[in-house]
């Protein structure tokens, strides 16, 4: 297999410090956040007014926002993949040996475990968003805004793992003699302790420990998508 090193072009090579860093801040700055804002366009343009709240809007409307979120954050992913091979920047794998499921099977129990430790913690009995869905818009707009919320949670998960392995190949191709998680640091400073800005101090302490348990596996598992994307889809999308 080919290592970031042996692809990227020669004239980029002193450069790759500077390109994977500027990838980590595309994600959080871009990618991550700009879809879901642009979104809220939608019911103001529908509904006559501004708002992420779904319990106050048509199935039809909060179907459009998904839509528009899947294909945007969908674009601006494979966009950026194509631009940082370009420039030797991006080393996500995406195989799947015995290893590799091995650590699939690990994240997934470990994510399960996590869901019912929060819920015995916490007091409350998990509640699945499906439920919620069906009970504001009957069975079928239910069922499909549901579909609809896993397809954005997997384009998000892609998203957070691009951020991931940018920070990553920033501090490897800046400290090369340093083995350290800088995607899991990367990921808490940014995505996970953003939260306190955008929800409150609790929500940002619980998306800085998903954030850490994604970079270390990624960085554990050499790279390889698949732990840290399972980990995030049954953590983030197992409501």
Known sequence: MATVAQTAPPSTMRHRPLYALLGGLFFFIVALPAPDLVSGVIPYLIEKHYTFAFRTMHAATVAAMFVFIIAARSLLVWRYAGWAKRRGVFSVRMGLTRVDAAWCLAAAIAAIAAVVIQSHV????????????????????????TILQYAYYVTEGFAVVWL???????????????????????????????????KDLRTAI????????????????????WPSLIFWLLMTGGG
């Open 122 to 145: 916490s007091g409350e009995p998990h509640r699945f968003q499906w439920v919620a869905f069906i009970r504001n818009w009957g069975l079928l707009p239910g069922i499909g805004n």
């Open 164 to 198: 991931v392995d940018a920070v990553q190949n920033a501090g490897e191709f800046a400290l090369p003699r340093l083995r350290f998680p800088w995607g899991a640091l990367g990921l808490m400073v940014t995505w996970g302790a953003g939260h306190f800005f955008s």
């Open 206 to 225: 619980y998306a800085t420990v998903i954030s850490c348990v994604i970079g270390l596996l990624y960085f554990a598992n050499r790279k390889d998508i």
